[in-house]
Every structure is written in structure tokens, then in C-alpha cells.
Nanobody, 114 residues
Framework: QVQLVESGGGLVQPGGSLRLSCTAS????????MSWYRQAPGKERERVAV???????NYADSVKGRFTIARDNAQKTVYLQMNSLKPEDTAVYYC????????WGQGTQVTVSS
């Protein structure tokens, strides 16, 4: 059974930081391209960061320079370090694993508000 479990969300003030984690089970993690997506109320889900099997990364323009994605294949975990958070970063953040199939986590809420 495949599971992706996100953690690390919460309430943070503008300018603050959070680190999200997503731990996988039931898949050969190192074969998968891992991504973080987010979905704000009334908006479509968007990809914010991706890391390939070789460690190459790419980011949405809206988060470049503020967010960093990283992976630990031994721990089957992908991280999203989020710095200089803004109210417009408020969303549910989802982890995605993609190879021969696509898997999603359940999401973790990030709220940026004073």
C-alpha cells in the first residue's frame, strides 16, 4: 500500500518560515520525481517545486528564492523549506510522487497571517 504523509504545516506570521516533510512508503522512492503542489481556496492546484531523481530542482516563479526543495532517498522523504512567507502562500500543500504512476499525499494546511 502506497502512502505519502505530509507534516509541518501550521500558522505562521508573514516573513516567517516553515519546513514541510513528506515521507513515502510502499514505493521505490529513489525512482520517483517528487513535487510539492499547493491549492488555495477557489484556485487551481499549482506546482511550486519539483526535484528529479538526480536532484535537479525547479520552482514556480512565485516562490523562487524563498522555497527550497530537497530529498533524502534513504529516509524516503522530500522536504520543502519555506522562508519569507507571504499571506499569498496560504494554501493546502500536497506532496506528489511521479514515475510509472502518480501518488498524492493528503495535504497539510499552511496559513500565513498576522
Amino acid at each position: 500500500q502506497v502512502q505519502l504523509v505530509e507534516s509541518g504545516g501550521g500558522l505562521v506570521q508573514p516573513g516567517g518560515s516553515l519546513r514541510l516533510s513528506c515521507t513515502a512508503s510502499g514505493i521505490f522512492f529513489s525512482n520517483y520525481v517528487m513535487s510539492w503542489y499547493r491549492q488555495a481556496p477557489g484556485k487551481e492546484r499549482e506546482r511550486v517545486a519539483v526535484i528529479t531523481t538526480s536532484g535537479s530542482t525547479n520552482y514556480a516563479d512565485s516562490v523562487k528564492g524563498r522555497f527550497t526543495i530537497a530529498r533524502d532517498n534513504a529516509q524516503k522523504t522530500v522536504y520543502l523549506q519555506m522562508n519569507s512567507l507571504k499571506p499569498e502562500d496560504t494554501a493546502v500543500y500536497y506532496c506528489n510522487a511521479l514515475w510509472n504512476r502518480s501518488y498524492w499525499g493528503q495535504g497539510t494546511q499552511v496559513t500565513v497571517s498576522s
